[in-house]
């Protein structure tokens, strides 16, 4: 329905906008805690932390500084926490084997938060690259990323996170028929109730850049993943994406990239209304960084604006390298 709009000056836009009280009144959209997930990484060793130079203010953290991540995030009310894994090139193999093992670090780094701070949300990451020989999501043969193999192998990983206590698996990996294998693995293995944020519209992205260093995928990547992860120029390919990935059972959807993939963001929900997030990746993050330590944008001004938008575009939350800092500053 068309709003009925008198012509100036009996209609004024200006009068809602003149005060904070009905600015605030009128507001579509806000931002709470309650909408973050917050990507930590985490590596082996002892009580330890080293900086990752291309995202200024994240750091790496041995198993026992992320259980104190997780009991901050917790203790600002940030309901999830999501675990990705740094593995130096002497533990990546061309069988991604650690890739399943109940005692890798993200299994590890699993059941010591689950043990600590059982409220938060685990969320895992499902894909080969932090094992991978060649950086690849999946497994290569004969120079071509073989897709059935892949998610046999991603199954296995899927259940090793679920046996570690993981409340959030994410696929990331963009394989086809990963999410359906996943969900009857979960369903025969007595884990019906883990739940699956699929990376469902997920494109081969220069973003990544910076997380890539971050997990140590950088120098071992050969190639791109141009032929898993989406071209940046489609839009209808994300709905049939989506479609697929409900019909298998995922119960929450994610679009990524964030901030340039605000329109994808927009049709997902219009066109399902299901759970929907974004990604603020790596290279969103290390954006407004460059540009606050440089003095030319505001840090938390544009940090909160940017995932305010997000919840305008119709997402229900937001992965953000941001997520600590964002709630200190929502909880006053
Ligand atoms: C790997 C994975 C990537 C990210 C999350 N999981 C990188 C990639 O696909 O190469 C990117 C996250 C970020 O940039 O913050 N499966």
């Not at 198993?63 to 901050?72: G, P, S």
């Not at 993943?225 to 994300?238: F, L």
């Not at 049939?240 to 990935?245: K, Q």
């Not at 460059?290 to 940017?306: C, I, P, R, T, Y």
Request: net charge negative; proline share 6%; with cysteine.
């Amino acid at each position: 329905m068309k709003p009925t709009v008198a012509p100036f000056p009996t209609t004024r836009l200006r009068r809602m906008r003149q005060s904070p009280a009905l600015r605030r009144l009128a507001r579509q959209n806000t931002l709470s805690v309650d909408d973050l997930i917050w990507p930590v990484f985490v590596m082996d060793g002892k009580d330890d932390e080293t900086p990752v130079a291309s995202m200024p203010g994240v750091t790496r953290k041995t198993v026992n500084r992320v259980v104190k991540a997780a009991k901050e995030a917790h203790d600002l009310g940030i309901p999830a926490i999501c675990i990705f894994p740094y593995t130096g090139m002497e533990a990546r193999t061309e069988d991604c084997a650690l890739a399943w093992s109940p005692d890798n670090i993200s299994n590890q780094a699993i059941r010591a938060i689950k043990n600590a701070v059982p409220e938060i949300a685990v969320m895992t990451d499902i894909a080969l690259d932090p094992y991978n020989i060649n950086g690849h999501d999946g497994f290569v043969e004969d120079g071509q990323i073989v897709n059935d193999r892949t998610v046999d192998a991603l199954v296995k990983m899927a259940l090793a996170q679920a046996e570690a206590g993981a409340d959030i698996l994410g696929p990331s990996d963009m394989m086809d028929g990963r999410i359906g294998a996943i969900r009857a693995a979960l369903e025969s293995d007595g884990h019906q109730n883990v739940t699956i944020l699929s990376y469902t519209a997920k494109y081969a992205s220069s973003f990544y850049g910076p997380f890539r260093d971050a997990v140590g995928a950088s120098s071992a990547l050969t190639g791109d993943k141009n032929t898993y992860q989406m071209d940046p120029g489609n839009s209808d390919e994300a709905l049939r994406l989506v479609e697929r990935d409900l019909s298998e059972g995922a119960d929450m959807v994610m679009v990524k990239p964030g901030m340039p993939y605000l329109d994808i963001c927009r049709r997902v929900k219009d066109s399902f209304g299901v759970p929907t997030y974004a990604y603020q990746v790596s290279g969103e993050y290390a954006m407004v960084q460059a540009a606050a330590q440089n003095g030319w944008l505001d840090h938390d001004k544009v940090m909160l604006e940017s995932l305010l938008c997000f919840k305008r575009a119709g997402c229900d939350g937001v992965l953000t390298y941001f997520a600590p800092a964002a709630a200190r500053l929502l909880n006053g």
